[in-house]
């Protein structure tokens, strides 16, 4: 939590969300947390799941943004438990 | 496999099950239950080729040849039309009649009376007996005020009667704070509303019967809770105040209705794609302006006009015209879209409000 409150608003989070429009395109959302620890959307992103493509979204994201400087953390979700 | 014990040959149903009675017609002789040994089924193999007898009795009905013989046959109809009542189609000869209704409320009630005016029937369908029941607890000038019932457990037909749906008041049922200190949950959940079931035996059964869809009776427990009330005169009471104005049923959702004006206005607004959110505030300025009281919740919209998840995905077919219009309006708004090699378009990239100001650069 200290290390939270110290990068604060650098931290970024991106994650897509299945089947949210009738184009099968999937909406991801770049979201960080405000200096009040408010959620705040900065971009999104309708796309494809393919690595070229999210290699794409923050490629223009650092491009619109002049975002420098990356580390990424990538988060492996388990699938959802099957019955 | 048998049971070693068994000694009889194994036993048989010789009963007719449900899906047998599909391959049988019944003719009426005598409609009352009692009788019902009496009825003849004929089978349909019988009916595609009729004995012989059955044959010369189908020359009777023969469509006329003529112009005069045609009065005569429509004569002869218009005289069996008004001896015979006419009856739903769905009308089978199992279904109890009304008298049979009348002779078992006489023993089951024990002088009590449903309460006065309330529509017992006929009805065609039971949407229709519904309606009639919900609309008549509805007002505030009857049944002693207003309330709402709802469907509650259903019971399909049978060999001797037809289909049944047990109506209750909407406080029936055990309060969720009796149940949860039955069974105390871990989550708390601040916001929740306190429940409206006071655990009310106000309940009756409707069912299919030959006339249509009628109110019977009402359960036992139901009979047993007016019999220790106060008022002695109904078979049927509330354990709980019911509105008495037309304002205090502002306050209950099942009571609030959406006056037919705005409904038609509603429902006109909704085919044409609006969500449930910009319907309702279309509906506040339409009653505002014809001066009519605002008796509306968002939430009441969203259960009557609201769209299922299923049809309410995003639809982005103009987002490029959006986000050019978007980007006109505002510089900072920017965005980018990939097409494809065939023209399609693959992948949008689009800032937010504010996006681009807010302490990433």
Redesign the interface.
């Known amino acids: 939590m200290q290390l939270w409150n110290e990068i604060g608003n650098r931290v970024l989070m991106y994650d897509t969300k299945h089947g949210t429009n009738k184009f099968g395109l999937n909406l991801g959302c770049f979201t960080t947390i405000d200096s009040a620890g408010k959620s705040r959307v900065l971009a999104a992103t309708f796309l494809y799941e393919s690595e070229e493509s999210f290699d794409w979204a923050f490629k223009k994201f650092s491009f619109f943004l002049e975002v420098t400087h990356w580390f990424y953390l990538q988060m492996e979700l388990s699938p959802w438990p099957t019955r | 496999m048998n049971s070693p014990t068994r000694r009889s040959p194994k036993r048989r149903n010789t009963q007719t099950s449900p899906g047998h009675r599909s391959q049988l017609i019944g003719v009426v002789v005598n409609q009352s239950p009692t009788n019902v040994e009496l009825q003849k089924t004929v089978e349909i193999d019988e009916l595609i080729n009729p004995p012989p007898n059955l044959r010369e009795s189908k020359s009777e009905i023969d469509p006329p040849q003529n112009l005069r013989e045609l009065d005569s046959h429509a004569t002869s109809l218009q005289t069996l039309l008004k001896d015979e009542p006419i009856l739903p189609k769905s009308i089978s000869s199992h279904y109890r009649s009304h008298a049979d209704i009348a002779l078992t409320n006489a023993k089951i009630l024990k002088g009590l009376s449903f309460p006065h005016g309330m529509p017992l029937g006929p009805y065609k369908t039971f949407e229709e007996i519904f309606s009639k029941i919900n609309d008549w607890a509805k007002d505030v000038n009857t049944g002693g005020g207003s309330f709402s019932i709802v469907k509650n457990s259903k019971n399909a037909a049978t060999a001797q009667r037809g289909a049944a749906r047990l109506l209750t008041c909407s406080c029936a049922g055990t309060s969720r704070s009796k149940l949860h200190s039955l069974h105390p949950l871990d989550v708390s959940r601040p916001n929740q509303k306190p429940s409206i079931k006071t655990d009310c035996k106000w309940a009756i059964y409707v069912e299919e019967l030959m006339e249509g869809w009628m109110v019977t009776h009402p359960p036992e427990s139901s009979i047993h809770a007016a019999e220790m009330s106060e008022n002695n005169e109904l078979c049927i009471v509330h354990n709980h105040d019911l509105c008495k104005t037309e304002a205090s049923k502002i306050l209950y959702s099942n009571l609030r209705e959406i006056p037919e004006m705005v409904d038609n206005y509603a429902n006109f607004l909704k085919k044409g794609g609006m969500s449930s959110s910009m319907i309702y505030h279309a509906l506040v300025q339409e009653c505002l302006e014809k001066d009519v009281d605002v008796t509306i919740t968002p939430q009441d919209i969203r259960n009557k006009y609201g769209s299922p998840a299923s049809e309410s995905?995003?639809?982005?077919t103009n987002?490029h015209v959006y986000l050019m219009q978007r980007l006109s309006s505002d510089p900072s708004l920017?965005y980018?879209i990939?097409i494809d090699e065939s023209g399609k378009?693959?992948?949008?990239?689009?800032?937010?409000n504010n996006?681009?100001n807010?302490?990433?650069?």
Do not use: A, H, T
């Open positions: 995905i995003l639809d982005c987002l920017e980018d990939y378009m693959e992948r949008i990239f689009l800032l937010y996006g681009c807010f302490g990433m650069k």
